[in-house]
């Protein structure tokens, strides 16, 4: 088959035409990949910050496809286990070890296939499962947004901010948006945003509180300083979600202002089946369209790595089989 | 009436014969007090910590005594809100500005009176409401404790720890606690810890993580940099639930850590009436015994605010009326 491979750190993925097509083992089944996405994830091991990862391997957590004749979506978090709280220990995220979705075929627990909404096109469906999944989980579960409330999401050009940001309007919510780039804020208010913020301005988070009352829900994946303007942002009792930490360490949380305002801090990371189960009815009811970015055959899959390594997109990239 | 008043900052609480008796305004009600217990927020105010508290004034948020002839306690949460998550902006903690139950009389409104369990005496039912009431919403309400889980209470000697080391007890947990005492943690053992840590020894909560497989919920009233150590006992897909600050600011939490591990970081202040009867039934149903340090008359109050102050104490401070 055909399959983008993750060979070595630093250089080119090579696309290759004649990998073999991979097996099922027990519990798992083949599907038929029509279009794959990227995510960090895929970057950072291109760059080697998983330790571990043995190569070559072919990379992809996000795919859709043909599965016995039914169109699918696959669902990334593969056993994660009884405990909704946190993924158990034999937890995978597609599937390091096991080769990915950036091929024409890939094997995966049946348990894991979703039927795809029929409002989808292939390249909105490729694009929405492991980004939608941990949006989902981080603003409804973690989060608890509701209708009516006031959410917060940052940088809102990523897959995952996008998707949270999509969610809320869906839900009722009134949503405001971060983003360093003016042209993702100008597309954010295009699509529904109430109002949004350069998060590199100095005391936004304040002022924003002030003006809005404050957040019930702030969705973040970024840390580091900036989080001080979030704190200043939070409405008393609201929930602070954070699913990432690009920017570093959270600094000089004051106890106070967090118990005396009910503040919650909560991290969070993919979701369990039954979310990405939640998600998929959530998307095809409200009739969500993923936003694509942009899309590039599997043989030209090292240019969609570097427009994602420039942090150039807004919405998703993905990869399209022949 | 009888009453210690509190006049200016530095001075000693003045124990007066003839204050005149409280007025019930509108919605309220006299409760004749049997015994009133001490929190640090009554030492912290004679300390002029707390801004804008107009003296002379009657400090005191616990209390229990005689209402039309039923034994009661008064739930120190004053018009908390409709919202569960916090409290509004009417929110009074008994009872700033107004007079509080270090006297024999108090005016409270009728729904804050709740029958007082049959099997607590005086002096612990004083000792009762605002510590338990913190306790029940910190460990049930935000930390989600169920019986079997691993929990970890740290500072055992305070009263609100102590409730929510007896109420974890009591629901079936498996309960650790710190206090920087070699005599609370062996005092606390006895009661039926099943260890305990110094936290001045570095590198404990590593090290009780790995014994224990870690906690599912944490509560404390500390952070400033010991909450490393809860940060590394904590297990995944747990809560780390803070209801104080003695010790300042939170530093370097790594979000990594956070959104992988799914752990949560939770604010928690007072409770409502809700949560307030819940946890009198739950002492009720559970016969839990208020740890009593001492008890001092209304005329020695001096004495107890002392006491408090030198954080020699185990369980709560009593004061009763003749």
Redesign the interface.
Known sequence: MQALVYAEVGQPLEYHTSVPDPIAQEGETIVNIRAAALNHRDVYITQGLYPGVVTPIILGSDGAGIHEGREVLINPSINWGD?P???GRSYQILRIPNPGTMAQQVAVPAENIVSKPAHLSWEQAAALPLAGLTAYRALFT?GQCEQGQKVLISGVGGGVALFAFQFALATGAEVYVTSGSADKRGRAEKMGAKGSMDYKDTGWGKALGKETGGFDVIIDSA?GTGFQELFNAVR??GRIV????TR??????????????????????MGTGKEFTDMVNFVDQHKVEPVVDSVFSLKDGQQAFDRMAAGLQFGKIVLTTD
Chains 1, 2 share one sequence.
Do not use: H, T
Not at 242 to 245: A, I, K, N, P, T
Not at 253 to 261: D, E, G, M
Not at 262 to 267: A, D, P, R
């Open positions: 405990n709280r946190v993924q973690q840390g008393p009792g954070m699913y990432g930490g570093g360490k959270i600094e000089a949380i004051s106890p106070q202002k967090l118990f005396w305002k009910q503040v919650s801090i909560i991290g969070s990371s």
